[in-house]
């Protein structure tokens, strides 16, 4: 499994598709910074635009600060957190690990190593864990990117304590690490680069909007639709903030689990050719 | 080592049908061993499901005096239809990647490079290889690890002529080095030149195992009589050879067994009162041979 692990981060690197990927995370992830902070910069505007409105309707000016004020503002444990909820990243983690996992079948190299007598279960888990890498390194150029600015235009200070910071990284990182199999199952029954990355962008989304919509009618819904993996990585650092952290930890290991198992049973009983 | 392959009852089914029927074979340590069929026969399915790429449906399969093919698989290399290669990589940089996937130390790759003629391919990637450029790669990957049995179907799909006889000089170098290979290849001709036994697969079906001295036999045993009279010919044979492997054409007669005195039917014919005007035998006869049993005749 060790030399099947290399092997695969060894095609990951000479991937063109990764590589172009990272670059673009780290461009995405600048960009998303400068673009908060100029809309941070105008908050200012757009808080008293709402508390306007709100006060038209006859409404309790509490939730604008509610909306507005659990994010703390101007320093970098901000920009890290509003660049992992913001939900941009998990497209090119799905574009990344759809193309590294569909090429193993597209140029019929899955073949080679299975006829050499490689247990599928070690094929697939080594494959597992070089596309968690790939998405990793993909979200840490992405957050690097904007961390940098963010650390430039704002200094380090911080007015979350540090064990919260940290326990909303790891519900990110776990959360992640779900989305990732998740890809990596939708990728194992497409098998073709294209189909996986369109499945995987559009059927979470779909999903998600479905239970938005869904929401409006039946009240319980809502309920259900913020248990989903993409609403769960917007809302991670609220669960934490609200000392409930314990369900993004609990969601990604059910997501994490549930696709690794319908991934293997998919890989272990297809034909490869 | 008592076999290098065996099946036993071999099936795969697609759609109900099946593809890969019952067949039962053993592949000596050493052999050459031609696998012959038609297009669409069966001869990829028996070789994806012998290699774990698709379930038997039914049967089994063993390497090595009873090994799996998880304990086998480090030693077998194989070229299964299309070359899988990593496309967007050079010659090299595939083969050292298998070597890390596998395990095997990359110090070979040289002299791989060397055997598939691919040495000074240089930065050129695979996906921008020619056809027979590929095909060697695929076989360089095959290479790797210095396998005891090699699986090649349709080896020489692509190659020139020199590539052909390449390949042709490689098997007989891992055969002289006691390697067994397995060949499944259209080229009846370039078959015969090497290999020691053939399987005739038809409709998925074995429906013949024969060695390449047996093959020999029947085939330099084909004599082909000229005459006037074919239908008596057939007769006057038939009864003085006590046999019916004699068949009727046009202007000739074929008897597919050997002849132990030629001079003495001419004789008999003649005074039987036909002439005989010619007796041939013909070279062709193995790939008819192969062409007739492939059709299930
Ligand atoms: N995955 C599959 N699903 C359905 N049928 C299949 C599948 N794979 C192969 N077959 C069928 O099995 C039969 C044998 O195919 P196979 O590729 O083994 O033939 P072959 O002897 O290798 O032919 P060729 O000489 O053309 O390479 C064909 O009729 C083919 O259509
Ligand atoms: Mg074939």
Redesign the pocket.
């Known amino acids: 499994m060790g030399g099947l692990l290399k092997a695969n981060l060894i095609q990951m690197k000479r991937s063109r598709a990764f590589i172009v990927c990272v670059i673009i995370s780290l461009c995405f992830g600048i960009f998303m910074a400068l673009l908060y902070s100029y809309a941070w910069q105008n908050n200012e505007v757009t808080i008293q635009t709402v508390t306007t409105l709100v006060t038209q309707y006859g409404m309790d000016t509490d939730i604008v600060d509610e909306a507005f004020g659990m994010l703390p503002k101007n320093n970098l444990w901000a920009y890290i957190n509003i660049l992992l909820s913001d939900g941009s990243i998990i497209y090119i983690a799905a574009v990344v690990v759809s193309s590294l996992a569909a090429a193993e079948y597209t140029s019929g190299t899955l073949k080679n190593l299975i006829a050499r007598g490689y247990s599928r279960l070690g094929i697939f888990s080594a494959k597992l864990i070089s596309l968690l890498i790939a998405s990793y390194i993909i979200a840490f150029a992405y957050v690097a990117g904007g961390s940098v600015v963010g650390l430039i235009l704002y200094g380090s200070t911080t007015t979350i304590d540090t064990d919260k910071m940290l326990t909303a990284l790891m519900a990110y990182i776990c959360l992640f690490a779900a989305l990732g199999a998740m890809y990596f199952m939708i990728a194992t029954i497409c098998r073709r680069s294209g189909a996986s990355i369109a499945v995987s962008i559009v059927v979470p989304l779909f999903i998600a909007s479905v239970f938005s919509i869904m929401a409006m009618a039946w009240k319980d819904i809502t309920d259900i639709s913020q248990y989903w993996i993409i609403n769960q990585i917007v809302a991670a650092q609220n669960y934490v903030l609200e000392g409930s952290a314990w369900i993004p930890f609990v969601c990604a290991l059910g997501y994490f689990g549930l696709s690794c198992m319908v991934g293997y049973a998919v890989f272990s009983r297809q ?1 490869i050719r | 080592m008592e076999y290098v392959l065996e099946t036993q009852e071999l099936t795969k089914i ?2 109900g049908m099946p ?1 890969v029927d019952s067949v039962t074979l053993r592949i000596g340590q050493g052999d050459i061993y031609g696998f012959v ?10 070789i994806r499901t012998v290699l774990g790429l698709t379930k038997p449906s039914g049967g089994s399969f063993s390497f090595f005096d009873g090994m799996e093919l998880q304990q086998a698989g480090k030693k077998i290399g194989s070229l299964i ?1 299309s070359p899988a290669l990593y496309r967007n990589m050079t010659a090299r940089q595939n083969l050292e990647l298998y070597c890390t996937a596998l395990g095997v130390d990359k110090k070979y790759v040289d002299e791989i490079l060397d055997i598939i003629k691919l040495k000074d391919t240089g930065k050129k990637k695979a996906k921008d290889f020619s056809l027979g450029m590929k095909q060697r790669l695929g076989i360089g990957m095959a290479l790797i690890g210095d396998p005891e049995l090699l699986i090649l ?2 080896p020489i799909n692509g190659l020139d002529p020199m590539g052909i006889v390449e390949i042709r000089e490689l098997i007989l170098e891992m055969k002289n080095r006691g390697k067994t290979v397995f060949i ?1 290849s ?1 080229f009846l001709g370039e078959l015969e030149k090497i290999a020691t036994r053939y399987g005739i ?1 038809a409709s998925g079906r074995l429906v013949e195992e024969i060695s390449a001295g047996e093959l020999k036999k029947i085939c330099t045993a084909r004599t082909i009589i000229r005459t006037d009279d074919p239908q008596k010919a057939k007769r006057v044979i038939e009864a003085h050879l006590k046999t019916d492997a004699v068949e009727e054409g046009k202007d000739s007669v074929t008897i597919n067994m050997p002849l132990e005195d030629i001079g003495e039917l001419t004789n008999k014919l003649f005074t039987e009162g036909i002439t005989v005007k010619g007796i041939s035998n013909d070279d062709n006869s193995a790939e008819e041979y192969f062409i007739k049993r492939m059709e299930g005749k």
């Not at chain 2, 069929?37 to 028996?46: I, V």
């Open positions: 034909d | 697609y759609d593809v069929g038609k297009n669409g026969a069966g001869k990829t399915t028996f239809e179907d349709e499944s259209h697969i």
